[in-house]
C-alpha cells in the first residue's frame, strides 16, 4: 500500500512564520505550547522568565535524573531572557522593547498584566501593529473572569470530566490531565496566526482572546449541540457501537474497528470469518446493529478472541476495513507510519544527547519550519538577546547587578 | 470579582478571513469542524457535496426528530453546492471554479483526489496561489498512508485510549469519541491559516497536511517525551495528586481542585478547616503530599463529605483558591460564565427555531467574525453560488438535467 510519491519539502524554504517575533510571558502549559507551535513554524520565540527560578514547569514531572519531560516538550525552539517583572526597571526594560516584537503572548490570570503595566493598552501605545494574545482560564469577562485556574478545573466545569466519566450519575474522570491546556494552546496558535493574517491585509493589531473554557466546549461542539437540542447529555458506551469499538484478542492486545458506513458491514463479516452475520436481519443494518449491540458485541467478543490483534488486522486490511492496533506510549517511538511521517523525529540536547521528540504536526510544503533547538537553559540569552535588540550594554550589566536581569 | 472593563467589540469589524474563499470537499468530522472555524473567522466556505446524499455527516447523530446535532455543530456558516465527482463534466466544472478561490481543503484519503483528477498538481496548474490542505488519517506517507482511519483508531494507534484506560494493562478506553477529529479539526484550520499568512508574504500558495495520528500525538507532547525518555508510559491515576483532582461533597456533586504551587497548600487548609495539616510534616511540601497521597486523599475525601459543592467552592474561592463545579453537558447553556464569554450563543434556525450553539472561542478584538448561519440544506445554494461564479446559466441547466449538479 505504500505510495509511490515525491518526497515532500523538496524547495527547503523558511517557516511560514520567519522574521515574526514573539515576546512570550507565557508559563505552565496553555502558552508555553502554543508559542512552541509558532516556533516550529518559524516564529523566534523570546520567553521572559522570572529570575527567581523561571517557569514553573521546568519544574514539573521532573524525574530522579532532574529531566522535565513536561517543560522539555512545551519549550523547544525558543529563548530564554529573565526581566524581573516585579521591578519599575524591568518593566521599563519591557517597554522599550516592545516595538521590536510582533506578538505578545501571556497566560497571566486576566488583569495580571494591566497590574505589571504592561497590559494591551500600555504596549500597543509603544506599538500599534503589536498583538497581545492572552490565554486565559475563564475568558475575560463574566464573574470568575480574574479567577484561577487550570486545565482540570476547565475539564470540571466544560462537562468534559462528566461526559468522559460516563455521563451524569457516574463518577466524573480526568482521563487526560493536560488536555485541556494542550487543546487551549492549539486554539491559542491559531488565533495568532488569524491575527497575524489579518495585520498582513489591515496593518493593525489586536487583541487575541483563548481560554481553557472556551476551547473545552468548542472541542465538544458536537455533544453540547446535542444537550442543546434535547436537553440531555448524550449517552456514552464503552463501543459507540458494535463496529466502532475495540476488541481484546488472544494475544491480549486490543483492536480498533471502525465501520460506520453500511460499505464496511460485508467487509467486515468476510474479514471475522461470519459471514453467516451479513444477511441476518439483526445486523444488516446499522439500526439493527445498533438495537442488538449487546448479542452482536458478544459474537465479535468470541470472534476476536481466536486471533492475535496482528492477524486480525491483516485480515481487516485485506478488505479495505478501517482498523488499527491500540498502542501504547512505549509503542510510538518505533511506529514505522509514526516515523514515515516525521510525526517523531531524534534530535541532539546539550545536556541529555541524542533523544526522540514529537516533530511537527502541521506540514507545510513550502515553509516547513522545523523542530526548534532543545528548551533553553534559565535565562540562557538575557545579554545575547539585549543586546541584538540594541539594549545598551551598560544598562545591560547594571540591570544585572540590581537583580532585574539574571544571565544564564 | 466581575471586572470592570470595557466591553470587547467596539469596533465591529469583519471577520480575519474576509474575502477568503475555501473550496470545501470535507466530509465527516475533521475536515468538516476545521472549515467552521475558518467560517467563523470570515471565510466563505463552498461545501462540495455529492449529489446522491451528501456529506454522510448529515445523517450521523440523527434524532427521530430528524434533528442531526453532529451536522449542526460541524457546518455552520457553510453554503452547499452538490457536483458529482465521479462524472468528467462535474470534475472540469471544479476545475474551471478553481481559480476563484484561495484553498481547498477535503480530507478524503491520501490518493483519493488524485484519482478524482483533482489532486495538488491538476489544482496548481489552475491556479498557483490556491493553498491546498489535506487532512487525513494517517498522513501522507509510510505503510498505511491510503489505508483508511477514522477518529477512535488514531486514539487507538497514538497511545490515547491505552493511557486514558489507565495505562499498560488496563483495559483501554475510548472517553470521548471524536475528539482526535475535533483535535485534528483545529490544526488543520492552524495549518491553513499558516499558509494564508506565509501566502501573503510569498505570494505562493503551498500544500497543507494534517492528520489524525499526527495531531493525536501532538495532543500528547509533553506525556510522549516522558515515553520517550524514560521508556515507559507515564502512570495515570484517578487523581494527578492529592491537591490536583476531583472529590465528592454532600450533595453528590463533585468538585474539582487544582494546587500545584506550594502557595496554594495553607490556603486549602485553611479553606476546608484542616489547618492543623497545614505544617503536618508528611503533607506539608508537595513531595510529601504526593507520597502519602492515600492518606491526604482519605481526609480529603471526608472533609468534602461534610457540605456542599457549592459551600466549599465559595469558601475556595474566598481564599483565592482554584477550584470548579463538575458539570454535565446540560448545565453549560445557562452557566453565567460561558454566557458572559459569548461561549454559547442564540441563534435562529429556519427549521428548529431558536436555539444554543457554542459560540467562538477564538476572540479577536478588531476581527471579531461571527457564528454563521445554520448549515445548509443538501445543494441549497447550487444554483446561486454557480451563477455568482460566472458559470454560465445554459452550463448549469444542462449538468441539472444530466443529474452532474443538483440544486436544494
Not at 132 to 155: C, H, K, N, R, V
Not at 156 to 170: I, K, L, V
Not at 190 to 204: H, M, S, Y
Not at 252 to 259: P, R, T
Amino acid at each position: 500500500m505504500t505510495p509511490e510519491r515525491a518526497p515532500r519539502r523538496l524547495l527547503a524554504m523558511a517557516g511560514a512564520l520567519d522574521g515574526i517575533r514573539v515576546l512570550d510571558f507565557t508559563r505552565y502549559q496553555q502558552g508555553p505550547y502554543a508559542t512552541t507551535m509558532l516556533a516550529d513554524l518559524g516564529a523566534r520565540v523570546v520567553k521572559v522568565e522570572d529570575p527567581a527560578g523561571g517557569d514553573y514547569g521546568r519544574r514539573l514531572w521532573r524525574g530522579a535524573d532532574g529531566y522535565s519531560p513536561f517543560w522539555e516538550a512545551l519549550n523547544r525552539g525558543k529563548e530564554s531572557i529573565c526581566i524581573d517583572l516585579k521591578k519599575a526597571d524591568g518593566i521599563a526594560l519591557v517597554l522599550d522593547l516592545v516595538d521590536q516584537f510582533d506578538v505578545v503572548a501571556e497566560n497571566f490570570r486576566t488583569g495580571a498584566m494591566e497590574r505589571f503595566g504592561l497590559g494591551y493598552d500600555a504596549l500597543r501605545a509603544r506599538n500599534e501593529r503589536i498583538i497581545y494574545a492572552q490565554a486565559s482560564g475563564w475568558g475575560t469577562l463574566g464573574p470568575l473572569a480574574e479567577a484561577p485556574s487550570f486545565d482540570q478545573i476547565a475539564q470540571a466545569r466544560s462537562g468534559f470530566a462528566q461526559h468522559t466519566g460516563g455521563g451524569p450519575g457516574a463518577i466524573p474522570q480526568v482521563p487526560y490531565p493536560g488536555i485541556a491546556d494542550h487543546v487551549g494552546a492549539m486554539n491559542f496558535a491559531a488565533g495568532i496566526l488569524a491575527a497575524l493574517f489579518a495585520r498582513e491585509r489591515t496593518g493593525r493589531g489586536q487583541r487575541v482572546d483563548v481560554s481553557l473554557l472556551g476551547s473545552q466546549l468548542a472541542l465538544q461542539s458536537a455533544e453540547l449541540q446535542h444537550a442543546f437540542h434535547y436537553g440531555e447529555q448524550r449517552p456514552r458506551e464503552f463501543r459507540s457501537s458494535p463496529t466502532a469499538g475495540h476488541y481484546r484478542c488472544s494475544d491480549g492486545h486490543w483492536l480498533m474497528i471502525v465501520g460506520i458506513d453500511q460499505k464496511f458491514w460485508p467487509r467486515l463479516c468476510k474479514a471475522l470469518e461470519m459471514e453467516h452475520l451479513a444477511d441476518d436481519p439483526r445486523f444488516a443494518r446499522g439500526g439493527g446493529r445498533f438495537a442488538n449491540r449487546e448479542a452482536l458485541q458478544a459474537t465479535l467478543d468470541g470472534v476476536f478472541a481466536k486471533r492475535t490483534a496482528g492477524e486480525w488486522l491483516e485480515r481487516l486490511q485485506a478488505v479495505d476495513h478501517p482498523a488499527g492496533i491500540v498502542q501504547g506510549h512505549e509503542d510510538i517511538g518505533t511506529d514505522p507510519q509514526v516515523l514515515a511521517n516525521d510525526y517523531v523525529v531524534t534530535r541532539k540536547h546539550p545536556r541529555w544527547g541524542t533523544e526522540q521528540t514529537v516533530g511537527l504536526h502541521i506540514q507545510l510544503s513550502e515553509t516547513p519550519g522545523k523542530v526548534g533547538s532543545p528548551a533553553p537553559a534559565l535565562g540562557a540569552n538575557t545579554r545575547g538577546v539585549l543586546r541584538e535588540l540594541g539594549v545598551d550594554d551598560a544598562r545591560v550589566e547594571s540591570l544585572l547587578r540590581d537583580g532585574v536581569l539574571r544571565d544564564g
